[in-house]
């Protein structure tokens, strides 16, 4: 995976880099064209809000995807709240830092078709509410959680937070159909609000919840997913161990969800079953 | 505060950039002399064991504060995982990189002498006994804290986590007496366990404890400190609206633990009261 364009580094006394004091997103670029690129701008704002970043001119920040060219890239943009203060404490007048770096990109087609297979992490999340939701670049848990296995036959890991309650997967919102109800982790306690997920919620009715991961063994279907990759379909949840815990048939009731997802992302559409 | 002589940036792919994967040390350094130099070394290995992150040459490291010359500076040495992987999933063979930063530095010495006021903070500390206690990267939560006040009259903010318990401050660990005993927080939960308190648990009998932050009502003494600025007795204890909780007054009680710390850091001494 190498950048073919980027603003390359950040100096050492950058907030971002020695405290992870910023917000990044990773955009779906086709053609020029980003994918979900208000949802994306709106969680950035929304993350240094939060934070107390003053936003940088957006400008020139939207102009980018249109300068990557043909083909599908991924485009990392990363806010941090520039140089300045000391130790700790920020600047009175924080002068933001952007970048960017840009990757060509093939999502795992062969996950949408034929399903995946997750497991379990060993990992909690820790609980806390100040930074729950936001793409903040303190993201040492997801990292942690993520070196739990090698396999290249598990694509992702199911998280829970030091309550027991689910919350996501490690770079994935998870979603589930439950008795005919689309539901999801409430994210109010740890995790990030994924861009997909939050355009999924306002077109399905998709209820957030705090459970533990049990639930998903009531579940019909379950399925992983971002604003990157799209919408998999999970057809198997193993234990830490490597223990199927639950199984789950590929079928058409994995497809509406699947249909909004990659219509808002611009990927292939599942084909109706009898059409 | 510039820089004297660093190794400037990272690039934008560093795993410690992108996502706070990686640890740091602030050393203070005289006349090129690093001290608690092996408190620090055994941190940063600690921090990168658990971490899982193979430790760099430590050759290079170890001449770096022989290079700062003459007066005092405070030496910042970071070691990420490095670049590659794939988001984050590490790579399997990780070749971390370290970089490092020297500015020349003032202890704010009528702390020492004149003893400092200090609140409480609004901010919880999230518990996550898995990376508790090291000095990972991961620090937004320590800059949230260290927003909530901008008055130089109060020089640190006391941090408790989102069980309630007393953690640190928001730079610096936390001591007190109580009925005649030395006390901290234990730091299994959450916190970094400095390297001065470290020093100073292995020549006084320091007992660690999970407490609420009403114990300091209880303390005939109070100290907050950090391997860099020495030790500061607190005379004053804040809540968030500026009203003073608890005061105590500057007395021989705080000296012996001072003169440890001092003769540890290569500081001035307290003067021994009727000597």
Redesign the interface.
Known sequence: ?S?VI????????D???????GV?ETVLVRDGRPMLWEAHLSRLKRGCRR??IPLPAMEAISELPGRLGEGQHVL?L?VT?GSGG?????P?SPEPNW?W?SVPFTPRASCWWEGVRIRQCD??L???P??AGIK????????????EW?DPAVAEGLLCD?HGDLVEA??MNVFWQREGRLETPCLDQAGVAGTLREALMTRHPIKEVHCPPDILGQAEAVWVGNSVQGLWPVIRLDDMTGEALHQWSLGPIHKPLQVTAHSLLGYPLPAVSGA
């Open positions: 995976m950048a980027a603003e390359t580094s950040l100096p050492l006394e907030r971002g880099l020695a405290f992870g004091d990044f934070l107390g990392k990363i709240r000391r130790g700790y404490m920020p009175s970048r770096l990992w909690r820790a609980i806390q100040a930074l903040h670049m303190n993201r040492l848990e997801n990292v942690m959680a993520r070196r090698t030091t490690t770079s």
